[in-house]
């Protein structure tokens, strides 16, 4: 990143934070952590900016989110999607992970506030790592000048391999476009790279991810973030701790459910960063699995 497109990157950040900053007050008083986006940035490069970002995204519980969309409407915030339509809300609360956006402009610019009340996708049926534990395992961080909540280091790792594994792999993420790309493979690798001298901070990933049985996503993630950043001693020996079949068997393929889940017909250096996956995606999709982006595309753009 140059020095021209951070110094803008950062007084965008500035804006859109300081304007968010004052439903802090309100946010403080339930349970929340800022995920992605600044937060990310801090906790990978102790600074802001360094990751581009285009929204705020907020980890809250389930039960919580009526009372956060009353804090974001009080404030000047306006739903960006069709969730509130009762049909697509109750979708959203089922098969999803978010609640649509919310946004407010200020000096022209968006501030968009994402919703989450999970770090899983929809489709996910194996054992969760509940929302509320992950809220009892949160820090404080300043950014730009605010102290926030966010996740520990090892959750934040969590939800960045997690995160990315569903970009890779959402038939929605592919068809929109710019899903497989060697920039989240980087957000990995500079995220192990900043904490991987801290043993205890290795030992409780290895123990949490084993804890928890995702095995699978992290080794994928892993093993393409070997492809890309190969020699670093860390990913060996992470990829090695996590190998399983499961996860091997992943690694061609695409689609976040046994249902929807198919092979792919070119290898990993045709897809990374490549433009043309969403009419490759395309070609092999369903009547279900259409019906299922199409709805996708309804309520999330």
């Known amino acids: 990143m140059g020095a021209n497109e951070f110094n803008k990157n950062r007084i965008i950040g500035m804006i859109r934070f300081n304007e968010f900053s004052s439903i802090y007050k309100d946010l403080a008083a339930m349970p929340y952590a800022l995920i992605k986006g600044e937060a990310l940035s801090v906790l990978m490069y102790g600074e802001e900016a360094k990751r581009v970002s285009s929204d705020i995204d907020v980890l809250v519980k389930r039960e919580d989110i009526s009372r956060f969309e009353e804090i974001l409407v009080h404030n000047g915030y306006e739903t960006m999607h069709s969730n509130h339509n009762r049909y697509n809300r109750v979708l959203c609360l089922t098969g999803s992970h978010q609640i649509g956006c919310y946004l407010k402009k200020v000096m022209g610019i968006d501030v968009i506030v ?6 899983f996708w929809g489709e996910y049926r194996g054992k969760r790592i509940e929302v509320e534990t992950l ?33 890779f792999n959402s038939i929605y993420h592919l068809v929109k476009g710019n899903a497989v790309t060697s920039k989240k493979l980087k957000d990995i690798n500079d995220f192990l790279k900043c904490y991987c001298k801290d043993e205890s901070f290795l030992k409780e990933l290895i123990y949490t991810v084993h804890f928890y049985e995702i095995e699978p996503y992290f080794y994928y993630m892993l093993f393409y973030v070997r492809e890309i950043f190969f020699g670093a001693v860390y990913l060996d020996r992470l990829i090695d701790e996590f190998e399983c079949n499961l996860g091997i068997w992943y690694l061609d393929k695409f689609g976040l459910s046994d249902l929807e889940r198919k092979t792919w017909n070119i290898c990993f250096s045709e897809r990374i960063d490549s433009t043309a996956l969403s009419g490759l995606v395309r070609q092999r999709l369903t009547l279900e699995d259409e019906k299922k982006l199409n709805k996708e595309l309804e309520i999330f753009g």
Not at 114 to 119: Q, S
Not at 143 to 164: D, M, N, R
Request: proline share 3%; charged share 20%.
């Open 114 to 119: 994402d919703i989450n009340f999970d770090i």
């Open 135 to 167: 809220l009892n395992n949160v820090i404080e961080i300043q950014v730009y000048g605010k102290k926030v909540k966010t996740l520990s280091p090892c959750f934040a790792c969590i939800q960045l391999v997690l995160h990315h594994y569903k970009e």
